[in-house]
C-alpha cells in the first residue's frame, strides 16, 4: 500500500540547534517528493519540491532535503532553527502517473528560546 | 501575485443548516482540490478538479457534500444539511497538472488558508 510515514509526531529543539525530520514513504512508481510547513491558522506552504536529478534539494527559509531511494527516505533538515521555524512540518508524495498526493500526519515542532 | 482565496476563513452554523465555502484558485490553473484537515484524520482529500471537471470525488463523505466549478476562477464546496462532525478545517489547493498523452504529472499544490467550519 502506499504511504507516507513520520515518525515523530512532535519535536523539540533549541533555537540555533540543527534540525532533522524523517519522512519514510512507499510508492510503487516514480516518486515526486515534498515537504510543506503549517503555521497555526495557516495552509499549507511549500518548502521544497524533489522531481528527479540532484537528491538534495534546497528550499525555502533555509531548509534542505535529501531523497535517499535505498531507504526510502526524504528527511528535511535545517542547520540553524529559528523560533519562528515552530508549525507544522507536512511530508508528501506524488508521481508522475496521478493527481493524488499522499500526506505524511506531520510532525509539530516546538522551538526553544 | 495572488494566492488561493478561500472564503470565509470562519464559520460557525447550527446543525441543519447548509454552508457553503468558496475558493478562488491561482489564475491560470489547471487542478482544483478541496481537502479537510482533522486531528484525527489529518489531511483528507475531498475532491478533485481538472479544468472545471469533477475527476475524483470519492473522497466527499456522504451525499450531504457537493461541490461545483463553474469557471476556472471559482469553485464551492457545499455541505447541506451540516452536522457536528463535519467541523474542520476545510482547504482548497490548485496546481498546474501537466499532461502528456494519458499520463498527468503531479505538480506543487499552492493551498489557500482554509476555512474553519464549527457545527454546533
Known amino acids: 500500500a502506499q504511504s507516507v510515514t513520520q515518525p515523530d509526531i512532535h519535536i523539540t529543539v533549541s533555537e540555533g540547534a540543527s534540525l532533522e525530520l524523517r519522512c519514510n514513504y512507499s510508492?510503487?512508481?516514480?516518486?515526486?517528493l515534498f515537504w510543506y510547513v503549517q503555521s497555526p491558522g495557516q495552509g499549507l506552504q511549500l518548502l521544497l519540491k524533489?522531481?528527479?536529478?540532484?537528491?538534495l534539494v534546497q528550499g525555502i527559509k533555509g531548509f534542505e532535503a535529501e531523497f535517499k531511494r535505498s531507504q526510502s527516505s526524504f528527511n528535511l533538515r535545517k542547520p540553524s532553527v529559528h523560533w519562528s521555524d515552530a508549525a507544522e512540518y507536512f511530508c508528501a508524495v506524488g508521481s508522475p502517473g496521478t493527481y493524488k498526493y499522499i500526506f505524511g500526519t506531520g510532525t509539530r515542532l516546538k522551538v526553544l528560546a | 501575485d495572488a494566492g488561493v482565496i478561500q472564503s470565509p476563513r470562519h464559520e460557525v452554523t447550527e446543525m441543519g443548516q447548509e454552508v457553503t465555502l468558496r475558493c478562488k484558485p491561482i489564475?491560470?490553473?489547471?487542478?482544483l482540490f478541496w481537502y479537510r484537515q482533522t486531528m484525527m484524520r489529518g489531511l483528507e482529500l475531498l475532491i478533485y478538479?481538472?479544468?472545471?471537471?469533477?475527476?475524483?470525488d470519492s473522497g466527499m463523505p456522504e451525499d450531504r457534500f457537493s461541490a461545483k466549478m463553474p469557471n476556472a476562477s471559482f469553485s464551492t464546496l457545499k455541505i447541506q444539511p451540516s452536522e457536528p462532525r463535519d467541523s474542520a478545517v476545510y482547504f482548497c489547493?490548485?496546481?498546474?497538472?501537466?499532461?502528456?498523452?494519458?499520463?498527468?504529472?503531479?505538480?506543487?499544490?499552492?493551498f489557500g488558508e482554509g476555512s474553519r467550519l464549527t457545527v454546533l
Open positions: 524533489y522531481f528527479s536529478g540532484d537528491t
Open positions: 489547493a490548485s496546481s498546474l497538472l501537466r499532461t502528456w498523452g494519458e499520463t498527468v504529472g503531479a505538480g506543487e499544490l499552492f
Open positions: 510508492y510503487g512508481a516514480t516518486p515526486y
Open positions: 489564475s491560470g490553473h489547471n487542478s
Open positions: 478538479f481538472n479544468n472545471n471537471v469533477p475527476i475524483d
